[in-house]
């Protein structure tokens, strides 16, 4: 659970951490997370929360987790279809790809 609370966090934080998962929570976000993804490939975390109505906090945290298990990659930069500035793309990895797709 380091991941979720940084050493230097307050303990308030690494209370919110264990809750998340020890009610599934986490787990829970994950999955929407992942599937907002799936849904919308290639999008900014500010376009995929506008197109689902996730929250852009959460999707900022947990798709950062999904790219690190190899769920999700973050792709190259481009324009944010709501704000169009330039920001970093998520997109799915497929069932059984082991690949490294950082670009």
Known sequence: MSHLARSTDPNS???AAADLVATGK????QTQ????VRRHPGQSSL?????TG?????LGR????????GTIW????APCATTGKSACTWWPVAPGQNLALGL
Do not use: K
């Not at 997370?33 to 907002?36: C, G």
């Not at 376009?47 to 197109?51: E, G, I, K, T, Y």
């Not at 947990?62 to 298990?69: C, D, F, G, K, V």
């Open 13 to 15: 934080s690494h209370a």
């Open 26 to 29: 986490l787990l829970d976000q």
């Open 33 to 36: 997370a992942a599937a907002a």
């Open 47 to 51: 376009h995929l929360a506008s197109l």
């Open 54 to 58: 996730l929250d852009r906090h959460m």
């Open 62 to 69: 947990r798709l950062p987790e999904l790219a690190r298990q």
């Open 74 to 77: 973050r792709g190259p930069a």
